[in-house]
C-alpha cells in the first residue's frame, strides 16, 4: 500500500508531516488514543481539508466519528517518512553551525543519526564535540563507504562546498543537506537539500516591508 | 512604482530572490555590467521563464538585447526586499543555534543586524559573544521599545519560546523569527517565520526513501 501515493507527496505536505508527527506524539503522551483531522487542523492552525488530504496520503485509515487510532497514525507518518529506520548521517565543517547541529538533540526522532564529525582544522581534529570526535576531513569519503553512510551534512565555509560535495559523492553519499550558500554541482543520483536562511529572511523581510508601509 | 506588484510577490518568489541577488553581486564583482534573466537562470539550473516573471516583479526594466544594467538589477532586488534598510534584530536563547546565528555574518547583507542578545541564565548573561554581550532577558522588553526594535529572533528551547514571545509583542516586536518547534500563538499584526529543520529533513529523507526502493 502507498507506493503510488508516496510520489505524489509534494513538498508543502511534506514540511507539514512532521508538524502533525509532533502533536500527535504530544497527544499520545497525554493519553488520547484517537486523533482526528479537524483537531489537528484547529491545534496547528491549518484548514482542516488540508490536514486531511496530507494524513490520507500516508495510507492511515481512519474510523468514523473517532480519527485515526493514535499508534496507528503516528507509525503511518513515521513510515512515509522514511522515519522508522533512522539514517547515518556525517557532518562535515566544525563552524558554528556545525556545533550547533551536532548539539541539537532533535535529529534522531526526525530520522537522522549524524554520527561523525569532519573538519580540516588541525586545531579542531581530535577535538571531542556533544560526545562526536572531530575526524579529519580526508579521512571521510573511505568511512563514508565503509560505513555506507547516506546523508552528507554540509556546514563548511561557502568556498570549500562544492570540494567536500564531491568526496561526500565520492565516499557514496546520496543525499546531501547544504548549509551553505553555495549551488552545488553533483551527479543526478544525489539529492541536494538546501538550506537557505537568506530566503527565510527575504520572506520576513519583505513581509515586514509592506506591513510598515514605507514603499519607495 | 511596484506597490501593487509587491503584494503579489509569492512566498516562492521571495525566496528566489536572494539566490539572484548573491549571483548577480558576484557577476558584478567580476566587472560584468548587464545580467540577463536566461544567464540567471543557466547559472541557478531554474527556468527561465520562472526567473524573467520575479526580475521582472521587482520592478526593474532591462534593455533589449543587452539585459539589466547590473547596478539597477541588484538595486531594484534590495528595495524589493526592503534590504536597503537594515532592520535591528534582538536575538533571545544564546544556547548553540543562537550562538552559531551571532558568529553568521551574512545577515547584514540580508537587510538584518542582530543588535543585543539575551538569555536567562545567569552563567550566560555577561559572556561575549562575537563581539556582543549577552544581556538579561528581563530587561529585553523595554530595551525593544527604547530601540525600536522590529525583528525578534527567538532560539529558546521549546518549553520557553511562547513566553519569550509574549515578551517580544510587549516590547513592540513586529516579526518573529521562530527557531523552536513550538506553535506561537500571536497578535495579527505580528509575523511569524518559522525555521524549520525537521520540515526540512522530512523533504530529504522521503526523497531518499523513494529513491532507495526500500518500501517496506
Redesign the interface.
Known amino acids: 500500500m502507498?507506493?503510488l501515493e508516496?510520489?505524489t507527496?509534494g513538498?508543502p505536505t511534506?514540511?507539514?508531516?512532521?508538524?502533525y508527527l509532533?502533536l500527535l506524539r504530544q497527544m499520545k503522551e497525554k493519553g488520547e488514543e484517537y486523533a482526528s483531522g479537524t483537531v489537528v487542523a484547529k491545534?496547528?492552525?491549518l484548514d482542516p481539508i488540508v490536514v486531511r488530504k496530507d494524513l490520507a496520503i500516508t495510507g492511515a485509515v481512519g474510523r468514523p466519528r473517532l480519527g485515526f487510532p493514535m499508534d496507528e497514525i503516528i507509525e503511518a507518518i513515521e513510515?512515509?517518512?522514511?522515519?522508522s529506520n533512522t539514517?547515518d548521517a556525517f557532518l562535515v565543517g566544525v563552524?558554528?553551525?556545525g556545533?550547533?547541529l551536532?548539539?541539537?538533540t532533535?535529529?534522531e526522532q526526525?530520522?537522522?543519526r549524524i554520527v561523525a564529525a569532519f573538519d580540516s582544522d588541525p586545531e579542531i581534529i581530535g577535538q571531542t564535540i556533544h560526545g562526536r570526535e572531530v575526524l579529519n576531513i580526508e579521512d571521510m569519503p573511505k568511512m563514508a563507504k565503509r560505513l555506507h553512510v547516506?546523508?552528507g551534512v554540509l556546514t563548511v565555509t561557502a568556498s570549500k562546498a562544492q570540494k567536500v560535495a564531491d568526496a561526500m559523492v565520492q565516499g557514496g553519499i546520496?543525499?546531501i543537506?547544504n548549509f551553505t550558500?553555495t549551488?552545488l554541482v553533483v551527479p543526478d543520483?544525489v539529492?541536494l537539500?538546501r538550506?537557505?536562511?537568506?530566503?527565510?529572511?527575504?520572506?520576513?523581510?519583505?513581509?515586514?516591508?509592506?506591513?510598515?508601509g514605507h514603499?519607495t
Chains 1, 2 share one sequence.
Open positions: 502507498g507506493q508516496r510520489k507527496a513538498v511534506l514540511k507539514r508531516l512532521p508538524l509532533r491545534e496547528l492552525s513510515e512515509f517518512l522514511g522515519w539514517s563552524g558554528n553551525l556545533r550547533a551536532l548539539g541539537y532533535g535529529f526526525h530520522g537522522m547516506q546523508i546520496r543525499a543537506w550558500p549551488t543520483h539529492i537539500q538550506e537557505e536562511l537568506a530566503s527565510s529572511l527575504a520572506v520576513l523581510s519583505h513581509r515586514l516591508l509592506l506591513q510598515t514603499e
